[in-house]
């Protein structure tokens, strides 16, 4: 029998197997486009600190970034494998990171920051690191088993960013005179993207109810107790009263993320089914 | 010495103690603890994969290498299925494989690091592959590659990689 599709053969057989639920088609569309976000959200920040690669401050940290950007990629493929299934459409995981727009990008608004100065893209990935690692915490106990699934995967290597990101809001909030000034102007930069995080859309407030997931409510309370403790020690204030941004989760996205999409998509938008 | 007649099965696994992983070439993918099953149908072998890391790029040439290593000794139809669930631990490696990586000079995983809580790794004691010194130290979580860590020996003061814990 020929081959169907472009695809090596060896490639698409190492597929996830995760079994596809049997949801009434509102349900199943809803984990669809849940799934996607988490997807893109991962994709995203995987992408700004993969864009340190050969650039970090020291070696060491060069290669941490380059790991974590691993960890969340390799966490995008299952989501974007998981929600190619859902979809039954014959669209695959490459399918859904390079051939769709920025408005159809479902990811917050704060993944897409630009990376600025190490102290930015520490703030950035510390503000996104407590809420990933709370929602995959509580995602490992979803009535979806593929989510679970994922969510148990990645909480284990989530524990080991948020303990990154912590330690070095912590080393450089209490370090020197110029690393301090630094920090406090990424809390300027990023704390009003945070909100966003916990901000439930239609769709994450239909799959609360279905019971596939956790209140964000109980999230935002870790979250605000880790980030309290960690800039205490930092020697860090906890913003208050600050105007939350919001749109990212809705597809209306700052200027940064088509820059990005265009970097990231530029090979299959050029040479269509391109592989190696 | 009296060989039994091992079933087919049995002769999977121990063509699978064969297959090595790229990154560590002195452990094999049963040391790693990555193969989960092993089912046979007439002619059809399937095997059952789960990554250690989730971005872990080795995943695709240890499916590759196990599919055709089995084909080399003589089945004739080998399928790889990968699965997530229940995620990889650092529990299913086995005791030769620790052994095998501490002679090999990478630390064996030895203990939880903790909730997130305890950060600056104050709770763990790796001890050197090198000079079994327990006066160690970590220089960062993320090391040569996903599942290892850089430390240091204070008192051979060799940098060596250290198997990170994953529970
Ligand atoms: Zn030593």
New interface residues.
Partial sequence: MPEHGHKTPHLQEHLLNIPVPDYAPELRQLVFDYTLQLADTSLILGHRLSEWCGHGPILEQDLAMANIALDLIGETRSLYQYAATLEGKGRTEDDLAYLRSAVEYKNPLLVEQPNGDFGDTVMRQFLFDGFHYFLLKALKHSSDQGLSAIAAKSFKEASYHIKWSSEWVIRLGDGTEESKHRMEKAVGNLWMYSGELFMMTDTEKQLLEAGILPDYTSIKQQWDEHVAKVFSEATLEVPQQVYMQQGGKMGKHSEHLGYILTELQYLQRTYPGLEW | MVKTKATDIEKVWEYLEEVTDPEIPVLSVVDLGVVRDVQIEGEQVQVTIT?T?????A??TI??DI?LKLLSEGFAKV???????????TNWLSEAGKAKLEAYGIAPPVEP?GD??A??GRNTTVRCPLCQSENTRL??????T?CKA?YQCNECLEPFDYF?C??
């Fill in positions: 990554p890391y989730s971005g872990c790029p995943m695709n499916a590759t599919k399928s790889i299925d990968l699965k997530l669930s229940p995620a990889w631990t690091e997130i809580h950060l600056f220089i960062s979580q993320f090391g040569s996903a850089f990170k994953l529970k």
